[in-house]
């Protein structure tokens, strides 16, 4: 079955960066969209950004910092983060999709655990 493994999450000052790599398998063929959403505690789940051949989708809290890639022939989703900021510390999941994209979490049907960001002040 699909899966999706997220990893290079940590703390970080505020200012600081940090690059988030999701690694896809299980499936044939290839994801059409792929995206990232975090959630931070007792708030709902959002789109941070999303990539498909037609282009990037940033969520305009990031943009001009986040930075979101793709290498299609290694399975790989990367999310550069640069000038973090507190409010950015969430749970970061990597999402994937054959067939739609965009930012709302309905445009997924594959999702991965997640991993921690903490941006401290």
């Known amino acids: 079955q699909v899966q999706l493994v997220e990893s290079g999450g940590g703390s970080v000052q505020a200012g600081g960066s940090l690059r988030l790599s999701c690694a896809a398998s299980g499936y044939t063929g290839s994801m059409f969209c792929l995206g990232w959403f975090r959630q931070a505690p007792g708030k709902e789940r959002e789109g941070v950004a999303a990539i498909y051949t037609g282009g990037t989708y940033y969520a305009d809290s990031v943009k001009g910092r986040f930075t979101i890639s793709r290498d299609n022939a290694e399975r790989v989703l990367y999310l550069q983060m640069n000038s973090l900021k507190p409010e950015d510390t969430a749970m970061y999941y990597c999402?994937?999709?054959?067939?739609?994209?965009?930012?709302?979490?309905?445009?997924?049907?594959?999702w991965g655990q997640g991993t921690q960001v903490t941006v401290s002040s």
């Open positions: 999402a994937a999709d054959r067939m739609r994209c965009g930012l709302g979490r309905h445009n997924f049907g594959y």
